[in-house]
T-cell receptor, first 112, second 114 residues
């Protein structure tokens, strides 16, 4: 069974204190890994898609990387507006279709 | 564009009651999905649609029905609400080669079943 585990569950950072979130997966045949941001009381919002080990994507203070077993979301010099829950999802092949498996998320709080 | 809209925002039901959660999108996306989000768990797929008139079950379909008569609308019906259905429900749409491409989520409906 596909498993997606995000760690830590919660992360409290001081403004400017860089850190990383982890998304590890045990799946058969990765066909893409997605990162989403979710603000309280709102739906997830797409950030990145990664397809192969070694790939990196950046957006403002966020940088996502991918290895064969995990992905990291690096937050560089975070600001309070980066506070949110970050979700990862892995896509795998199932018969003639694809399946998305979501992690439970990491809640990031950035204090000014 | 409004994107994906959901109504209501909040709902409280008694066990055994039925209701419909509304979802609409104005992006002309082919694919639409319903997910539920529970504390400590990842989003789980309830039902999905690959086009008007075509629906299929996801991971946790029991107790829910869907239909898709138009491209824009994808309502989720709870047949006889149970406390285990207390959750936050998200509707999502997507386009491209596969329904599992980038998901565009609505704002969610928080449902409590007493």
């Amino acid at each position: 069974e596909d498993q997606v585990t995000q760690s830590p569950e919660a992360l409290r950072l001081q403004e400017g204190e860089s850190s990383s979130l982890n998304c590890s997966y045990t799946v058969s045949g990765l066909r893409g890994l997605f990162w989403y941001r979710q603000d309280p009381g709102k739906g997830p919002e797409f950030l990145f898609t990664l397809y192969s080990a070694g790939e990196e994507k950046e957006k403002e203070r966020l940088k996502a990387t991918l290895t064969k077993k995990e992905s990291f979301l690096h937050i560089t010099a975070p600001k309070p507006e980066d506070s949110a829950t970050y979700l990862c999802a892995v896509r795998t092949r199932v018969s003639n279709d694809y399946k998305l498996s979501f992690g439970a998320g990491t809640t990031v709080t950035v204090r000014a | 564009n409004a994107g994906v809209t959901q109504t209501p925002k909040f709902q409280v039901l008694k066990t055994g009651q039925s209701m419909t959660l509304q979802c609409a999108q104005d992006m002309n996306h082919e694919y639409m999905s319903w997910y539920r989000q529970d504390p400590g768990m990842g989003l789980r797929l309830i039902h999905y649609s690959v086009g008007a008139g075509i629906t299929d079950q996801g991971e946790v379909p029991n107790g829910y029905n869907v239909s898709r008569s138009t491209t824009e609308d994808f309502p989720l019906r709870l047949l006889s609400a149970a406390p285990s259905q207390t959750s936050v429900y998200f509707c999502a749409s997507s386009y491209g080669s596969y329904r599992t491409d980038t998901q565009y989520f609505g704002p969610g409906t928080r449902l409590t079943v007493l």
